[in-house]
């Protein structure tokens, strides 16, 4: 039986006044690919970031791979130990939609100085991985380039890769063609199914629905820091309550 990899128990994460996330439980288990779609404002990349300890949740709780990352205590979030964050911050990878490269480092410097500073593995070790990546990701002859001699695609494809370099056990995307042109949509699409071919758990909080639909193995829809409806690809777009409908129709003009 797959075991999970990520739980989430009634997440809360107010910014002021403004309640963004009101109370958002769920769960993806080891190989699941989860997309999280819903209109703008509703809370999504708050979830990524508090999912990913950019954020801190103001209440509830957090578990990556049956370890608890943060619980609810007295009303408050209280938050692991440093050491044990450090641990646990290596079952996930995550992937901006701006890409976030350093443009001071060439490609494979982009790649090769986590697993070097984080993971505390030799230079070789590091450049053999990333070496290997980048030959997987279609990039092996732009491993010299800084990264504003890329496309966006290319741009993207090398920050999945970084990602990738600390051997995540989770692999969370925050919108990650949002800033591409269509062709280059395509080019970063193709990686993640791929990823998804060879079982890699994702999470990923998308526009792009066909993609969804192809690729999840279940979707949730937000709006208003809540989830309105979650189901897998055919329950969602065979039966989408009216909301869920009216925004499917809405973003594949049908």
């Keep these: 039986m797959s075991r999970n990899f990520l739980e989430i128990n ?25 997309s999280i779609i ?49 641990r646990i911050h290596k079952h996930f990878g995550l ?23 984080v993971d505390g593995i030799s230079r070789k070790e590091a450049e053999a991985r990333a070496e290997k990546l980048l030959a997987q990701l279609g990039l092996s002859d732009k491993k ?3 990264p504003y001699q890329l496309s966006g695609g290319q741009q993207q494809r090398v920050s999945i890769a970084r990602a990738l370099a600390l051997q995540p056990k989770i692999l969370f995307f925050d919108e990650p063609t949002s800033a591409l042109d269509p062709e280059l949509t395509g080019e970063v ?48 777009f065979s039966s989408p309550n009216a909301r869920v409908r009216e925004f499917i129709g809405r973003v594949m003009n049908v």
Excluded at 11 to 32: A, N, P, R
Excluded at 65 to 80: D, F, I, P, Q, T
């Design 95 to 117: 992937v901006f939609q701006s890409f976030n490269l350093f443009p001071h480092y060439s490609v494979l410097k982009n790649i090769i100085d986590a697993p070097m500073t």
């Design 38 to 86: 819903g209109p703008s404002g509703s809370g999504k990349s708050t979830l990524l970031r508090c999912a990913t300890m950019l954020e801190k949740m103001d209440g509830g709780e957090l578990s990556f791979l049956g370890e608890k990352a943060a619980h609810e205590e007295n009303g408050r979030c209280v938050y692991a130990s440093r050491a044990d964050l450090k």
């Design 10 to 34: 009634h997440m809360k994460k107010s910014f002021g006044d403004l309640e963004v996330i009101k109370d958002i439980s769920l769960t993806v288990k080891e190989g699941e690919v989860v």
């Design 189 to 236: 699409l193709k990686v993640i199914r791929q990823l998804a071919q060879e079982h890699m758990t994702m999470i990923i909080v998308t526009h792009e629905m066909q993609f969804a639909r192809e690729l999840s193995d279940r979707i949730i829809f937000m709006e208003q820091g809540v989830i309105c409806q979650e189901g897998t690809p055919e329950e969602l």
């Design 144 to 146: 010299d380039a800084y």
